[in-house]
């Protein structure tokens, strides 16, 4: 999923620098307010890329998901300040 995302990404922007080019190598000898809007449309695609390149998809972990590793979730669980159910507190102080 995250391949997709960045092939995606790399696209729009490749897409975006070839318009700014054309738009004042090519485009501004015919017509200067067409290659103004070329740009214009050229400005929008970067933040749209980077929605797309930081969306989460359906199968990508999220930073609270667990991982499935249980050596991994205890110690983020214990940075975290949270205990997982089935966990006992070392101190007693669950009772």
Do not use: K
Not at 44 to 69: E, F, K, L, M
């Amino acid at each position: 999923m995250y391949a997709r995302r960045r092939h995606l990404y790399f696209a729009m922007m490749g897409t975006c620098v070839f318009l700014f080019v054309m738009a004042w190598a090519v485009v501004r000898l015919w017509s200067v307010p067409a290659a103004v809007g070329l740009c214009l449309f050229a400005m929008v695609i970067p933040p749209v890329a980077a929605i797309v390149a930081n969306r989460r998809g359906p199968d990508d972990r999220w930073w609270d998901d667990p991982s499935g590793d249980p050596t991994s979730d205890e110690w983020w669980d214990e940075l975290d300040g949270r205990r997982r159910p089935d966990q006992r507190d070392p101190w007693g102080r669950d009772q």
